[in-house]
């Protein structure tokens, strides 16, 4: 049995004074839940909410990384500059690191192999845009991320990573893919990697859904068959919102 995993992506927001607070103020209202709740926060963050979060069972996470290193990337964070302050997750391939900074499905490839290497666990973004699913090429694109994102990864480490299938017309637009359309989707990236990797490796991954995830549409997603939790963004932000997605069964 697959595990829910609901982690929030604050993007560029959050001061660490406003950080704090928040871990304040959600904490004691998860402190119950069964599911992994991650946070995954600026750089700037990242120190005061690991520490923030200490004795709880929030993770904290970082929205991007480097693949080497060290060396001169001016601007850059490694994956052991993030592990070596107790950072668990990264998320990868976001589909706004891809349109805006250049993110391919090659450097994509590169960070999660590098993540994997330091004992994080990477949050993989695939997606399609709207030209795509308007296409019929909705499903060929996401296998294809996901093919090329799990490139010369290992099976044994993909129970170390995570999928998120993110649509890129439903980020932050209040679009939503229906339940029925995210699952779809999700099953297609289970059956590539089954393709890869074989059915029961392919089972154990957990494959999150995200795309205007909200506490209104929360259960609805997460109860299907193959939508292990979600990848939440402006939801996130608030605690109480953000609470509710998380007890979503309550």
Avoid at 60 to 75: D, F, L, P
Avoid at 76 to 103: D, N, P, T, W
Avoid at 198 to 206: H, M, P, S
Wanted: net charge negative; aromatic share 8%.
């Amino acid at each position: 049995m697959r595990r829910k995993v609901i982690a929030g992506n604050w993007k560029m927001n959050m001061l660490p004074n406003e950080a704090m607070n928040f871990i304040n103020e959600l904490a004691p209202i998860v402190k119950d839940t069964k599911h992994e709740v991650i946070l995954c926060v600026p750089y700037i963050d990242l120190f005061y909410t690991l520490l923030h979060a200490q004795g709880t069972n929030i993770k904290i996470g970082a929205q991007n990384m480097h693949w080497e290193k060290s060396g001169a990337y001016t601007g850059e964070i490694s994956g052991e500059m993030l592990k070596a302050i107790g950072v668990e997750y990264v998320i990868i391939g976001h589909s706004e690191r891809r349109r805006y900074f250049a993110e391919t499905d090659e450097t994509v490839n590169k960070k999660v192999k590098a993540a994997l290497s330091y004992g994080l666990k990477p949050i993989i973004c695939v997606g399609e845009t709207l030209e795509q699913r308007e296409a019929g090429k909705a499903i060929e694109t996401i296998q294809m991320q996901t093919e090329k994102a799990l490139k010369d990864v290992p099976a044994e480490q993909l129970d170390k990573l995570i999928v998120a299938y993110e649509p890129i017309w439903a980020i932050g637009t209040g679009k939503t893919a229906t339940a029925e359309e995210a699952n779809e989707a999700i099953v297609s990236i289970r059956q590539e990697i089954s393709k890869i990797y074989g059915q029961d490796v392919a089972q154990r991954v957990i494959i999150q859904y995200g795309g205007s995830v909200k506490s209104t549409n929360a259960k609805e997603l997460f109860t299907m068959s193959d939508i292990d939790g979600g990848l939440v963004g402006g939801a996130s932000l608030k605690a109480d919102e953000f609470s509710k997605i998380v007890n979503y069964e309550k």
